[in-house]
Nanobody, 124 residues
Framework: EVQLQASGGGLVKAGGSLRPACAVS????????IGWFRQVPGKEREVVSC????????YYSSSVKGRITASGDHAKNTVYLQMNSLEPEDTAVYYC?????????????????WGQGTQVTVSS
């Protein structure tokens, strides 16, 4: 069973950068689709980025496209979310999640394994 542990959040000023990490254990990260989601209190969890293992494509939501890049380190079996030009609206708890599938999935309910989340706070 794949397990994930997120880390690397923090507090940064608007315009700054952070690079949350998702350490994957139990399998190679690229054997799974790896999604990044975020959630603010009182709102539903929303997708940020998805890496699809079937064809190595990566999806980015329109709210972060151009500012956020997902990447993976095979030696560390860790996935990263490089976030640049951060805005106060990016403040949320960021979660990484994994699923095994042959088709694209962007919804929270389609992901079966979840990390514990890491807080990202962007001050204005």
């Amino acid at each position: 069973e794949v397990q994930l542990q997120a880390s690397g959040g923090g507090l940064v000023k608007a315009g700054g950068s952070l690079r949350p990490a998702c350490a994957v254990s139990g399998s190679r990260f690229d054997d799974y689709d790896i999604g990044w989601f975020r959630q603010v209190p009182g709102k539903e969890r929303e997708v940020v980025s998805c890496f699809f293992s079937s064809d190595a494509n990566t999806y980015y939501s329109s709210s972060v496209k151009g500012r956020i890049t997902a990447s993976g380190d095979h030696a560390k079996n860790t996935v990263y979310l490089q976030m640049n030009s951060l805005e106060p609206e990016d403040t949320a708890v960021y979660y990484c999640a994994a699923r095994s599938s042959h088709y694209y999935g962007y919804m929270e309910s389609q992901y079966t394994s979840w990390g514990q989340g890491t807080q990202v706070t962007v001050s204005s």
